[in-house]
């Protein structure tokens, strides 16, 4: 008979995702590293917030991240 396999979290998806106690996915924006200093106060702003990622995106970071749900 067969072991089942342990369910495991992919963590280079866990340090990029965080799924919300309603379970909406969030995520950062790009472009927030570097070269900042050219971007003006308004766009580093919106930057600064977190946004909610498209369904499609969602659905496979729910399932890399099954413990956080």
């Keep these: 008979m067969r072991r089942a396999r342990n369910q495991k ?3 280079s998806v866990a ?3 965080k ?3 309603t379970g909406k ?3 950062s924006h ?3 590293r570097h070269l900042l ?3 003006s106060p308004d766009r580093r702003r919106r930057l600064r917030k977190q946004v909610e990622a ?3 995106d969602a659905s496979r970071v729910k399932e890399c991240l ?3 749900h």
Excluded: C, Q
């Design 37 to 39: 200093a050219s971007k």
């Design 66 to 68: 099954p413990f956080s």
């Design 19 to 21: 799924i919300t106690a």
């Design 9 to 11: 979290t992919r963590k």
């Design 25 to 27: 996915v969030m995520r």
């Design 54 to 56: 498209p369904p499609g």
């Design 30 to 32: 790009a472009g927030r």
């Design 15 to 17: 340090k990029r995702f």
